[in-house]
Structure formats: C-alpha cells, structure tokens
C-alpha cells in the first residue's frame, strides 16, 4: 500500500536532550495509524518534525510526497492538524473562527461545517475563551475537517477530555472516515483512547520507535502465558527474549509472549519449560499489550541508567 | 491579496477597540510635547528674567501630565503591535497559523497593511496637525515622518522575537541597556556627548534612525520567513552594534 508518510531516521535534538532518535516509520495511505507512547516520549515532536513545525536535526521525511521540510501553505490546505498545545484564536466566536479558516481553503465544505456543528453540538455564537476544554478541541476539529483534508493529523486530541466527549469525538471522527478517503494519524499516550478507531499502531519510547505493525498482527502475535511447574521442575535460567514480564509466585510462572505462532506457540513454550504443566495461553487486548510493551520499556529504561 | 486582506481584516477587529482607546492620547501626548517644547523655548528667551511662579506651576502640570500620557502612548503602542504580533507569533511551534495555507510573507503583508494605516499615518497626521495648530506652520523635519516609522519598527521586531507582550518588555529593556552600555563605552573611550562629532548631535541626524529602520525591517522579515528565532536575535544584537558604529562614525573619522 502506498505511504502518504515516511520517516526515515529521523532525529531531534534540544540541547542535551535527544527527543527523537533515528526514527522510521511509514503510514499507508488510507489508514487509521496510531502513535503511542508515554508523555515524553517524543510523539509530539515527531509530528511537529512531519509538518515543518520542528526542523529534524538530521534524517528526513516525506509527507503526500513532500519532504517534510518543505510542507507549506499549499499542503496545509490539504492537511488538518488538531493539537492540545495548539492556540486557537480565543477572542474568536466559533462562528468568527468558522468564517475566519473557510477562505483560506478551495475544498472548504460548508454542508459539512454544518452537519458537524451539530453533530458535536457546539455553540456558535460564544468565543472560543468562554468554551470548556472539550468543546474548544470539537472547534479546533471542526475547523480541520470541514475541508476535508486528505491527512488529518491529531495530537493528543483526547487528553483531559471526559469520557463522554471523548465518545462523541471519537464517533464523528468515525462516522467520517467510513464516508471519507483520508488518512488518519493520532498520536496519545492512553490507548483507551484510540482502541477503537485505529488498524495501524507504532509505539514511541524514549525517542525511538519500537513497534510498527498493523492491530491485528500485534494482537495475533502476543499472548498472556500461564503455566504451573511439575512439582520437582525449575524454570530455566536462559529464557526467550521475546517473553516479557516474566513472574513466578511458588510453582505458578506467567509471562507474555510477544512473538506467538498460532499452533506452535504452546508448543514452544513447552520445549523451552520441559517441567511446565497446565500451560495455557489467552488473548490480550491493545491495551494490555500496549501496557505490557510500556513496562518492558520502563524496566530497560531502569537498567540502562 | 485576498488573503493578506482577510488576515488583516481579522485584525482589525481584534485591535480595533485599542486603537480606538490610543488615539486620543495620541493627541493628548503630541500636544503636550509640543506646548511643553514652546515653553521651554519661550523660558529660554526669557532667560535672565525671573519668570512668574504661576507660569512655572502650570509648566510643572504640563510636564507631569505630558510624562503620564507619553508613557501611556508608548504603553498602548506596544500593546497594539503585541496584539497584532502575537495572535499569530512567529515565536514557539504552536500558533494557529503554522498549520493553515497562510504563507509567511502573506502574515507579514497583512500585519503591514495593517500597521502603516492605523497606526503609523495617525502619528504622522497629528503630528503635523498639532504642530500647526499650536505653531503656525507644519513641521516637515524628517523625523515627523521618520520617528513614527522607525518606534513602530522597533515595536514590531521586539514583538516578533517574543511570544507575549511581557517578552517584548524584558527584550526592549535589554536592548536599551545594550544601547546605552555601548554609549557608556563610548563616552569612556573619549568621544564627547554634545560636541559636532558628539553622541547627541549624531542622535539628531538621519542615517542613525535609518540604520534602526534597515535592521528592524532585516530582523522582522527574517524572522516571518524562517522563524528562526536564535538566529534572527542575532541579527538584532549585531544590528544594536552596527548602529553605535553609526552614532560614533564621525568620532572615529576624525580621529583617524
């Protein structure tokens, strides 16, 4: 499929601090990609360095077949961006910020503009100052998609947002995307969030990409292990790296596998932990993928310093 | 065009009520430098003589209230060019409108189309207004039509270096002390303060204000188009440097 964003090695640097490390990354076109990670890992900066916001200290990157340090007015004509630290125009009302963003676009789509006022219910006539947290990320939203962009690129969109808000977001940006041909990247540190809404996932640590795939291959591919040893068995010292989080409580080991094969998994398991018994293998959700992946990264983080 | 009008139309409207409130001190503060510059003038023909208490008191309350409404014309300046600045600030990666199909050179066009009419014509028109009114005959010094010109400048860089009005502040006070520091350093290294090669007749002359003019416009331009804030200080501090070298030229040159 064909990317409308690659990333190739592509690192920042502030000072002392290396806020992206040779990251690569590629998006399809037409997908719903999520970029997860923990607050600081570098999601922020990473899409800053894809929309020209942030020049890379070196690696580069193209996006709708831009080099990334070239995007400008024309492409952003075409590109809507959402984020938390985005200042919007507060003196504004909705309405003002409506007909303030609609010249500026060819594609602008006032059909659209309306439906989605009142689908997210917002109030036109009062400022964007005098609106909740919630409420001011629907306009901001608004005004990135009644254009109909072919990426729209989402920051942290839900962060602070009840669950409430958060559901009705989620189910415009929803409605849309199966009436609409664009590409969705959404980048937060709370998969909860975005769980239901995306099909491709990298996961940031530390500045540096540590998982690309689809959400179907992630979940195929790990398992929450669970096996009792033989009375007089012991856990080898040398175990695979792909188990991680590995616990042992008595004769009770669990662990997750993050390199499962359908079929041979249990298996495996059994050839490496001759004096297993009862070994069984459960399915786990993004989230608890997504939290097994961040506490490996933390323990290593741990080790290295 | 559409677009530099649409983004100054927008403008307009959010620094409409400020411009509206710094008009009329504006007035106030033109008119009373020029009556305080006419009794100083008329005390210095008068010199020699004792002048009447009551003409002192009434100097007294000029100046007070001239200091008052200049400072607050200078405040209010500021917060114009702050507020039209930093709604869409070229410092930072966080303004609205470095993720919308506005070009950089269109903001700046907009800001300018803005800025000449609104702000800078008034000072140019009540000068030359109040100057008749109150002299007899407009005044066609250069620095009526240089001065305005070269403050809001001045304003502008300092804004388009910072993200907020209080930022403007701290950068303008560390300028002016660069400023005056270089002039100590002057002064120290000989060069006289009111002699023809002196800091305060080069003061009075065009190429100074000119050379302010030459750095602002190098340093705003820069910065709208590479919002490269570093580097565009730079260029703003070297500038600081080039014009003391201006002031202190004919020093130099005769003592060479």
Redesign the interface.
């Known amino acids: 499929m064909k990317s409308i964003i690659q990333a190739r090695e592509l690192s920042r640097r502030f000072g002392r601090t290396l806020a992206v490390n040779g990251l690569s990354l590629d998006v399809p076109k037409g997908s719903i990609f999520a970029l997860l990670g923990p607050n600081g890992a570098g999601k922020t900066t990473t899409i800053?360095m894809l929309?020209n916001?942030?020049r890379p200290t070196s690696g580069r990157a193209t996006v709708m077949g831009t080099d990334s340090t070239r995007i400008?007015?024309?492409e952003?004509?075409r590109?809507g961006?959402v984020?938390e630290?985005?200042?919007?125009?507060e003196?504004m009302s909705v309405r003002?910020l409506l007909d303030?963003?609609r010249?500026?676009?060819p594609t602008w789509d006032q059909d659209l503009c309306r439906q989605l006022v009142h689908q997210f219910d917002l109030p036109l006539s009062k400022t964007i100052k005098s609106l909740s947290r919630g409420m001011r990320i629907k306009a901001a939203l608004l005004s990135s998609l009644a254009y109909r962009p072919e990426l729209v690129v989402l920051d942290e969109p839900f962060s602070g947002l009840d669950a409430l808000v958060r559901d009705e977001f989620m189910r415009g940006l929803l409605e849309l995307s199966d009436r609409t041909e664009w590409t969705v990247l959404v980048s937060s540190h709370d998969i909860d969030e975005v769980e239901r809404l995306v099909d491709r996932v990298g996961v940031i640590d530390r500045g540096s990409l540590r998982v690309l795939e689809s959400v179907s291959s992630l979940e195929g591919r790990f398992r929450h292990f669970q096996l009792t040893l033989a009375p007089d068995g012991e856990l080898p010292t040398e175990l695979p790296d792909s188990w991680l989080l590995k616990e042992s409580v008595g004769r009770s080991v669990r662990f997750v596998e993050s390199d499962y094969r359908e079929g041979t998994g249990v298996q495996r398991v059994r050839s490496v932990v001759p004096a297993a018994e009862n070994v069984t293998a459960s399915p786990m959700s993004l989230k608890e993928i997504f939290m097994a992946l961040a506490r490996t990264y933390r323990s290593e983080g741990r080790e290295q310093e | 065009m559409n677009l530099t009008m649409h983004v100054a139309r927008k403008d307009w409207r959010h620094t409409r009520l400020v411009l509206c409130i710094w008009y009329p001190v504006l007035v106030l503060a033109l008119t009373l430098d020029q009556k305080i510059e006419m009794f100083l003038d008329e005390r210095e023909s008068l010199r020699g003589i004792p002048s009447p208490s009551a003409a002192e008191l009434e100097y007294g309350v000029l100046a007070l209230i001239g200091v008052l409404a200049v400072s607050l014309d200078l405040l209010l300046r500021a917060a114009i060019v702050s507020r039209l600045v930093h709604d869409d600030s070229t410092v930072g990666s966080t303004a609205f409108w470095l993720s919308r199909p506005v070009p950089a050179g269109t903001l700046l066009a907009s800001k300018a189309m803005l800025l000449l009419p609104a702000m800078v014509l008034p000072q140019i028109v009540v000068h030359l207004a109040v100057t008749y009114q109150l002299a007899g005959i407009p005044s066609t010094a250069p620095e009526v039509f240089l001065a305005p010109v070269v403050s809001t400048a001045i304003f502008m860089m300092l804004a388009v270096l910072t993200p907020s009005l209080a930022g403007m502040a701290v950068l303008g006070g560390i300028m002016t002390g660069v400023i005056l520091g270089g002039l100590l350093v002057l002064s120290w290294l000989g060069m006289p303060l009111v002699a023809a090669d002196g800091i305060v007749r080069a003061l009075t002359g065009e190429l100074p204000w000119l050379t302010a003019l030459a750095v602002c416009v190098t340093v705003i331009c820069h910065q709208y188009l590479t919002r490269r804030t570093t580097r565009s200080l730079t260029v703003a501090f070297s500038g600081v440097l080039v014009f003391l070298l201006v002031l202190s030229r004919e020093w130099f040159l005769g003592g060479a």
């Open positions: 800053k929309l916001m942030v400008g007015p024309a952003f004509s590109i961006y984020s630290n985005q200042e919007l125009p003196w003002e303030f963003c010249p500026m676009y």
